[in-house]
């Protein structure tokens, strides 16, 4: 079993930046690949974002592509989403998950889940 633990989120204007990083124990993280999801009030859980084990591979949901990008540190077991010119509708709860194989395919494929940090932008 992983634990994955976030860290990084906060309060921003639109337009800002903001790190999101998760740290992975437990289960080997360098052969699975690393999710980024988010949830907002009221609203389901909506993947975000992708990597494969590798970080050869990446995967964005349309509306933070050109924003966001994923990355991991398989030495630091480690995986970072920065996110830049961020926008009101950014807001929610972020989540890290750790999926059951080397690559992304679904966003049901993901297992472990770590415990969200919160990220606000204001107008």
């Known amino acids: 079993q992983v634990q994955l633990v976030e860290s990084g989120g906060g309060l921003v204007q639109a337009g800002g930046s903001l790190r999101l990083s998760c740290a992975a124990s437990?289960?080997?993280?360098?052969?699975?690949?690393m999710g980024w999801f988010r949830q907002a009030p009221g609203k389901e859980r909506e993947f975000v974002a992708a990597?494969?084990?590798?970080?050869?591979?990446?995967h964005y949901v349309d509306s933070v592509k050109g924003r966001f990008t994923i990355s991991r540190d398989n030495a630091k077991n480690t995986v970072t989403l920065q996110m830049s010119s961020l926008k009101p509708e950014d807001t929610a709860v972020y989540y890290c998950?750790?999926?059951?194989?080397?690559?992304?395919?679904?966003?049901?494929?993901?297992?472990?889940w770590g415990q969200g940090t919160q990220v606000t932008v204001s107008s």
């Open positions: 998950a750790q999926s059951g194989s080397r690559y992304y395919t679904s966003p049901t494929d993901f297992r472990s």
């Open positions: 437990g289960r080997t993280f360098s052969i699975y690949s």
């Open positions: 990597i494969s084990w590798s970080g050869g591979t990446k």
